[in-house]
């Protein structure tokens, strides 16, 4: 069973709250409609009710009724979510009139909801950018207990039959966030990389920290980043099947690795990647995608104590039906 097929068959068992706070954008409704008609999530918009529904009804979308509807703006749903901000934010010297003037903006808002739980994952992006998104969870969501770095993991999807990866699955990490992570981080987003592959893509994770070095083979304090973040990963999670620093061709391909690290228990079968640079992980990703033809799907978030996932500001409306799919998966191993 090919990998969106498995995570909406789940979605749809375990159905999720997931809140867009770009909910009167025309693509955000659109994919709403698409999740509510085969009833794969509960779908709350933020935005102006009547907006909404004008364009549902210019565009002909018949679930959009299925939704609830919230306007950021009415300072009845204000006085509700104000106070929870106040309390997150006053040790940073925040008034209340600051507080409310954050919770009428929709990305706070969606995150305060996620924070009170009455929603399980936010999903936002198409007409936000990614400091935005993330400015909003890491003042109001904060990171996951013993984790203190946000990173964004990408899910690349080769041809079942590929030779790498699990049954075509390769996780990326971090192609997103942290422009250069130091050992602790990137060993923090090794962990979280490996469990987006076992919660999210259903594969069992062997990790790679890759480098330019494989066992030594070269030597440099780059390196030397990969090796200390290897052990301090192993400290934080010894169950993983985890290992570093290898090259990619010794991470993925059998013949190369029992030349290159005979003793590894990861090289040659790696179906998580982790990059040691933000500059290695995003050039590496989309060269993938786009000279291989192969598909990113992503990023998604690690690190955060909820789910929330970032959107390209040029996806469709099935990039974002996807996701929100994704979202409640993570949801459901929450």
């Known amino acids: 069973m090919k990998l969106f097929e498995r995570l909406t068959r789940r979605a749809k068992e375990n159905p999720r709250r997931i809140v867009l706070p770009e909910g009167a954008e025309e693509r955000n409704i659109t994919a709403a409609n698409?999740?509510?008609?085969?009833?794969l999530a509960e779908i709350i918009l933020l935005g102006n009710p009547a907006e909404i529904k004008k364009t549902a009804a210019r565009l002909n979308l018949l679930h959009i009724d299925k939704a609830t509807i919230l306007d950021p703006k009415d300072e009845k749903n204000i006085d509700k979510y104000a106070p929870l901000f106040?309390?997150?934010?006053r040790k940073k010297g925040i008034s209340m009139e600051d507080a409310r003037h954050f919770t009428s903006d929709e990305l706070y808002f969606g995150c305060l909801m996620v924070k009170a739980g009455e929603a399980d994952g936010m999903?936002?992006?198409?007409?936000?950018?990614?400091?935005?998104?993330?400015?909003?969870?890491?003042?109001?969501?904060?990171t996951e207990p013993g984790i203190d770095t946000v990173s964004g993991a990408f899910l690349m999807l080769l041809p079942e039959d590929?030779?790498?990866?699990?049954?075509?699955?390769?996780?990326?990490?971090?192609?997103?966030?942290?422009?250069?992570?130091d050992a602790r981080q990137l060993a923090q987003i090794a962990v979280c990389s490996a469990r987006t592959a076992r919660d999210v893509a259903g594969i069992e994770p062997k990790v790679a920290l890759l480098s330019f070095s494989t066992k030594?083979?070269?030597?440099?304090?780059?390196?030397?980043?990969?090796?200390?973040?290897?052990?301090?990963?192993?400290?934080?999670?010894?169950?993983?099947?985890?290992?570093?620093?290898?090259q990619s061709d010794?991470?993925?391909?059998?013949?190369?690795?029992?030349?290159?690290?005979?003793?590894?228990?990861?090289?040659g079968k790696a179906n998580v990647l982790i990059f040691p640079s933000l500059?290695?992980?995003n050039i590496a990703y989309k060269l993938v995608q786009r000279l291989?033809?192969?598909?990113?799907?992503?990023?998604?978030?690690?690190?955060?104590?909820?789910?929330?996932?970032?959107?390209?500001?040029?996806?469709?409306a099935t990039d974002i039906c996807k996701t929100i799919i994704m979202t409640a998966n993570q949801a459901i191993h929450e």
Request: charged residues 20%.
């Open 34 to 39: 698409m999740i509510l008609a085969d009833g």
């Open 86 to 89: 106040f309390e997150l934010r």
């Open 123 to 142: 999903v936002s992006g198409a007409i936000h950018t990614t400091g935005d998104v993330l400015r909003a969870a890491f003042q109001v969501i904060k």
């Open 162 to 181: 590929s030779p790498y990866g699990t049954d075509g699955i390769l996780v990326f990490a971090d192609c997103a966030v942290v422009p250069e992570p």
């Open 216 to 246: 030594g083979s070269a030597r440099n304090e780059r390196v030397d980043k990969v090796i200390e973040a290897t052990k301090i990963a192993h400290e934080m999670a010894p169950e993983l099947c985890l290992d570093g620093e290898l």
């Open 250 to 267: 010794a991470a993925l391909v059998p013949i190369v690795a029992a030349l290159k690290a005979p003793k590894s228990d990861v090289a």
């Open 279 to 281: 500059e290695v992980g």
């Open 292 to 316: 291989a033809g192969v598909e990113a799907v992503g990023p998604l978030l690690q690190g955060l104590a909820a789910p929330v996932s970032d959107l390209s500001r040029g996806c469709s």
